[in-house]
C-alpha cells in the first residue's frame, strides 16, 4: 500500500507493543465454535476517554497492531472466503428485495414482514465477544464516536503499513491499519479502511454502522452493507 501522501506527512511510528498479550489478562474459551485465538491474551491501550473504554492494540485476528486479522460481515462470528448477500447468514437479497430474519427494524426488509428491533449485536453475533472473551465486544457506534471526539488524528504509516493514527490527549496512541474490504471474492485495499460497529443502521437496516477512512479523513459511517467483509477492533470497559 506504498503511495505518495499527496501532501501529508507521512508519520512512522516506532513499534510500542509486542504483539497484543496482555499476561496479567487472561482469555477463557467460549462456545464450541470459537476458533483456537480464544486461548490467547489481549493487549489493549488507555486513551482517557471519558467513558473509560478501553481499545485493543490489533484487530480481531491480527497478530500485531499493524496487521489486518480477519475479515468478518455484520453479525457473524467465522471469517470466510466469499461475502455476499448469497452468503450472508441473517439475511438475503432476491429479486432486488431483502429478506432479513434477524436484526430488522423495519417490515419492509424482513423475511415476511419480519421485525425484532434489535439495534445492537446480541453476544452470540459480536465477534469479539465470542472469539476473545473475558469481556471483551465489539465497539457501539458511540464508542467509535467517542474515541475520534477525544483524540486527533492523522495518516501516517506502523511497519510499512499506512492506516489512521490516533492520539488522546494523555499521549497515548491507537493504530488502524488501512486494510479495505471484502465485496464477493474481491479484496479492496486502496488506502481504506473499514470498521464494524455492534450497532444496526435502523433506517437502512441492510446496513451498519462503523468507521471509514482514508488518507484524507475520518468519519463514522453507516453505509456498509451487512454482507461485506470489515474487520473489527474491540473494546473492553
Known amino acids: ?73 455484520w453479525g457473524e462470528i467465522a471469517p470466510k472466503e466469499v461475502f455476499g448477500w448469497k452468503y450472508y447468514q441473517y439475511g438475503s437479497f432476491l429479486d432486488e428485495h431483502y429478506e432479513f430474519t434477524k436484526y430488522c427494524s423495519d417490515s419492509v426488509y424482513g423475511l415476511d414482514g419480519f421485525v425484532d428491533d434489535l439495534i445492537l449485536l446480541e453476544p452470540a453475533d459480536d465477534v469479539a465477544a465470542t472469539v476473545w472473551g473475558s469481556g471483551w465486544r465489539m465497539p457501539t457506534k458511540k464508542e467509535w464516536e467517542e474515541l475520534f471526539e477525544n483524540t486527533v488524528g492523522e495518516w501516517s504509516e506502523l511497519e510499512g503499513v499506512e492506516g489512521w493514527l490516533l492520539t488522546a490527549k494523555n499521549g497515548n496512541t491507537l493504530f488502524l491499519p488501512a486494510v479495505g474490504y471484502w465485496w464477493n471474492d474481491i479484496h479492496n485495499d486502496e488506502g481504506l479502511g473499514l470498521y464494524w460497529s455492534s450497532t444496526l443502521n435502523t433506517e437502512f437496516p441492510y446496513r451498519a454502522w462503523g468507521i471509514h477512512f482514508n488518507i484524507y479523513s475520518a468519519h463514522i459511517c453507516g453505509s456498509s452493507e451487512r454482507c461485506r467483509g470489515q474487520v473489527v477492533r474491540a473494546v473492553r470497559t
Open 1 to 73: 500500500m506504498k503511495r505518495a501522501l499527496m501532501g501529508f506527512a507521512a508519520v512512522v511510528i516506532a513499534s510500542l507493543w509486542v504483539g497484543c498479550g496482555k499476561p496479567e489478562d487472561p482469555v477463557a474459551p467460549v462456545g464450541p465454535s470459537a476458533p483456537d485465538t480464544m486461548d490467547m491474551v489481549h493487549d489493549y491501550v488507555d486513551l482517557g476517554l471519558p467513558n473509560g473504554t478501553l481499545w485493543a492494540t490489533c484487530n480481531v485476528g491480527g497478530d500485531s497492531p499493524e496487521d489486518e486479522g480477519e475479515f468478518f460481515s
